[in-house]
Antibody, heavy 116, light 106 residues
């Protein structure tokens, strides 16, 4: 069974950047599309991005398009979310989740706080 | 964007009772592409239902999803103490959006 562990969150100023990571374990990881979903105060759950099994295809929510980049390194069983030009409204717990459309396994999340 | 509206906001019930949660979509969700999640404080969401009525692995049959089009329901029979949590619906027909949640409390 796949297990997911996020890291890389923290406090960052508006306009700053972070790289979030998600370490995956389990035999089905490499055959699974993966996603990031965030949960911010006052915004509820919000889908951010999805990446295909190979990493060739990515999709982004309009709110993050052009600022966030989702990638994966299947040799390291790790997913990355590069988040640039951060805004206060990007403050949230960022969850790594297994699945392309609905999400059948979630990590524990990493907290990103954007504040001056 | 498909907006999902969940009701009620909070449901106060006792163990053993039945919870009925509603999720209404702003436009039809084709192919019943709707999921339900449970979230407890400090934890990530857990998938309960996909395809409007399919139970995820390990989910007891006390949880039942139903509905189609714009109106969907999650029914939790014989509430157990561990069922008191926040429940979210999510559509994956057009991009992916979540409802705002229903809290089931004692």
């Amino acid at each position: 069974e796949v297990q997911l562990l996020e890291s890389g969150g923290g406090l960052v100023q508006p306009g700053g950047s972070l790289r979030l990571s998600c370490a995956a374990s389990g035999s089905t990881y490499r055959s699974s599309a993966m996603s990031w979903v965030r949960q911010g105060p006052g915004r509820g759950l919000e889908w951010v991005s999805t990446i295909s099994e190979s990493g060739v295809i990515t999709n982004y929510a309009d709110l993050v398009k052009g600022r966030f980049t989702f990638s994966r390194d299947n040799s390291k069983n790790t997913l990355y979310l590069q988040v640039n030009s951060l805004r206060v409204e990007d403050t949230a717990v960022y969850y790594c989740a297994k699945g392309q459309y609905y999400f059948d396994l979630w990590g524990r999340g990493t907290l990103v706080i954007v504040s001056s | 964007e498909i907006v999902l509206t969940q009701s009620p906001g909070t449901l106060s019930l006792s163990p053993g009772e039945t919870a009925t949660l509603s999720c209404r979509a702003s436009q039809s969700v084709t192919n019943n592409y709707l999921a339900w999640y449970q979230q407890k404080p400090g934890q990530a969401p857990r998938l309960l239902i996909y395809g409007a009525s399919g139970r995820a692995t390990g989910i007891p049959d006390r949880f039942r999803g139903s509905g189609s089009g714009t109106d969907f329901t999650l029914t939790i029979s014989r509430l157990e103490p561990e069922d008191f949590a926040v429940y979210y619906c999510q559509q994956y027909d057009s991009s992916r959006t979540f409802g705002q949640g229903t809290k089931v409390e004692i």
